[in-house]
Every structure is written in structure tokens, then in C-alpha cells.
């Protein structure tokens, strides 16, 4: 289906999740590697009273709140979020995404990488300047 249009099917099913903590996880789902795409589009879902590291992208991120409430906490400031949300965090923002409701919060998120980009993270207490790349949500 779709072989010499170019156009691809990817079921959320067949790519296996990249676990998060307390239950989450996320899927890149369309890639330059998987389908020849000059940008990444995935797919997360964060249990209840989870949060992410604090992460920095290499590029800018988009993503679209399909379920829950939530806030993007970064360094300065936090900024909520809820279900019908387009969510839109510039290169380098340091930010962690945290589910503060009793629902899953699910989204949709979209890099211009062929990928997930090159990405920052860094553990609690610690400062900007010291983080680890690597290239999993």
C-alpha cells in the first residue's frame, strides 16, 4: 500500500515504546530512518504525578495535547497545559514535561529533525551547563 506513491502507514503498535518513569512512555513513530522523513512525529502518554527529566533540544519541539492536564516546568517559569493545547518549546529551552492530573496526559510531538534530536538532559539540582546527549525521549 502506498509503495510507489511513497506514502507509509505506521501503526502506533508496531514500534516499540521507549519507557519512561512510573508508567509512561513514548514512541518516534515516523522517521527519516523508517519512512525517509526529513522531520520526526511521536507519540507519548504520561501516567499520573509523572515528569520528565529537564530536557533541551537541539530544535525546536511541537506537540499537541490530545488528553489530561499537565505543566511544562522550566527553568523560571511553568507553564500548564490541558487537553486541545498545541504546545510550542524553542531550541535550547530547558523544560520537563509533568502530568499533574489523575488522567493520562497523551500528546503528539513533532521535531524538524529526521529523528529524535540531539538532546540534552540533566538530573535534578543540576545546572544547565551540566547534562548528558543521547537521543531517546
Known amino acids: 500500500m502506498g509503495r510507489l506513491s511513497g506514502v507509509r502507514v505506521v501503526p502506533l503498535e508496531d514500534v516499540p515504546p521507549i519507557d519512561l518513569p512510573g508508567g509512561s512512555w513514548s514512541r518516534v513513530l515516523l522517521t527519516g530512518e523508517r519512512v525517509g522523513s526529513t522531520t520526526a512525529l511521536g507519540f507519548s502518554s504520561f501516567a499520573a504525578a509523572t515528569s520528565t527529566a529537564m530536557l533541551s533540544h537541539a530544535t525546536e519541539e511541537l506537540a499537541y495535547v490530545l488528553s489530561g492536564k499537565g505543566e511544562l516546568r522550566l527553568d523560571d517559569e511553568v507553564v500548564p497545559y490541558e487537553a486541545g493545547s498545541a504546545l510550542f518549546i524553542p531550541a535550547g529551552v530547558w523544560h520537563a514535561v509533568a502530568n499533574t492530573g489523575s488522567d ?34
Not at 116 to 123: A, H, I, L, N, Q
Open 104 to 137: 493520562l496526559v497523551t500528546m503528539v510531538f513533532a521535531f524538524p529533525h529526521p529523528d529524535y534530536p540531539p538532546t540534552e538532559r540533566r538530573s535534578a539540582g543540576a545546572s544547565s551547563s551540566a547534562a548528558g546527549s543521547d537521543s531517546e525521549p
